[in-house]
């Protein structure tokens, strides 16, 4: 991820390459710019994460009538992907 950042970076200008805004990629440049140590950058990585995380959390909530999936129950990822078109299909016909 370090590498492809410092590709990008040296590839398109700021004003060009607006994914490097983005969790991770912002963090990376800030390390490669020698802002964070390496140890700094995955702790400052992860806590955005959670940030970002929480921020869609709330977003969902806050929608009027969320509804929950429980991934946990599955094993693959086609399975809850078919779960989640089956409950999509559901609330999107009443």
């Known amino acids: 991820w370090i ?3 410092k590709k990008l970076r040296e590839k398109y200008s700021v004003e060009e390459a607006h ?3 983005s969790i991770g990629y912002r963090q990376i440049c800030q390390y490669l ?3 964070f140590t390496l140890e700094e950058l995955e702790e400052e990585i992860v806590v955005r994460t959670r940030q ?3 921020r869609q959390l709330t977003w969902f ?3 009027s009538n969320p509804v ?3 991934v946990e129950k599955f094993e693959r990822v086609d399975d809850i992907a078919d779960e989640v078109i089956l409950v ?3 609330f ?3």
């Open 3 to 5: 590498e492809e950042t």
């Open 19 to 21: 994914g490097l805004d």
């Open 33 to 35: 710019d020698e802002e």
């Open 52 to 54: 970002y995380a929480k």
């Open 61 to 63: 909530r806050n929608r």
């Open 68 to 70: 929950e999936v429980n």
């Open 88 to 90: 999509w299909k559901k």
């Open 92 to 94: 999107s016909n009443q």
